[in-house]
């Protein structure tokens, strides 16, 4: 994602009450974090946050937890969430490949919206539905494993479904046009920006008992 610096990035970032800045020290007591069992759902590659933040707003009985690898891209959801009182949202400004260091068998959902495409053969790998993330995810989830993707690119979303069924995923949902069903949930930045441009968005929800 290309975005401009935001002045003071590192002061938005450590003084955000939404950031964990020790994630590690949480693995395996995240609910304590939370001081409530409720589920914890994930959003990796949360962007400048609006998905997460209203999720987060629209959803009180469910912790959402955003990753975000860079500093001056999390700093924005920082910044909009200045002035937010939410008890059940938190952020962690970490690599998703660190994700079976943070978390034990605590995610119940992970949420991939518009993740980098990354559409050279040699960087599939760097996919994240990659058969090298998902055996990342594979101790972070409680028991069912539940990813949902939205992306509008179809190369990512063909190569994704492939990986998940390889990994053992059943597809439960599939849509090739979203925002003709009634499965729309929160927005996220790039969505906003395909669907004002006409572009249909691709999504599927896929499970593994
Ligand atoms: C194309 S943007 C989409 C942002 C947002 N989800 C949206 O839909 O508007 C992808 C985001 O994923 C982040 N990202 C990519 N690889 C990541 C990784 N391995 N770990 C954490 N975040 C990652 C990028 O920094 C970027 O902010």
């Known amino acids: 994602m290309r975005i401009r610096n935001l002045k003071n990035t590192d002061i938005i970032v450590n003084n955000s009450l939404y950031l964990v800045k020790n994630p590690n020290e949480y693995k395996g007591k995240w ?19 609006n998905f997460i933040i209203d999720m987060a707003k629209n959803n009180p009985n ?11 891209v999390i700093a924005r959801a920082c910044k909009k969430l200045e002035n937010v009182d939410l008890n059940n949202l938190k952020i962690i400004n970490v690599n ?10 605590e995610i119940e959902l992970i949420y991939l919206n518009f993740s980098d495409p990354w559409p050279k053969k040699r960087n599939a790998k760097r996919r994240l539905t990659s058969q090298y993330f998902l055996s990342i995810y594979e101790n ?4 069912i494993k539940r990813i ?14 492939l990986s998940l069924n390889d990994f053992g995923y059943k597809i ?11 499965k729309i949930t929160s927005e996220t930045e790039y969505e906003h920006k395909f669907r004002e441009n006409g572009v249909k968005i691709l999504y599927l929800e896929a499970v593994k008992k």
């Open 96 to 105: 998703a490949e660190s994700l079976n260091e943070i978390f034990d068998k």
């Open 140 to 143: 972070i989830f409680k028991s």
């Open 172 to 182: 439960e949902d599939i849509s090739l046009d979203l925002w003709s069903t009634d």
């Open 62 to 72: 469910i912790n959402f937890i955003g990753v975000e690898l860079y500093t001056n």
């Open 31 to 49: 609910k304590s974090l939370f001081n409530n069992n409720n589920p914890i759902h994930l959003e990796i590659g949360m962007g400048k946050g």
């Open 148 to 161: 949902k993707q939205k992306t509008d690119n179809t190369l990512l979303f063909e190569s994704s479904i």
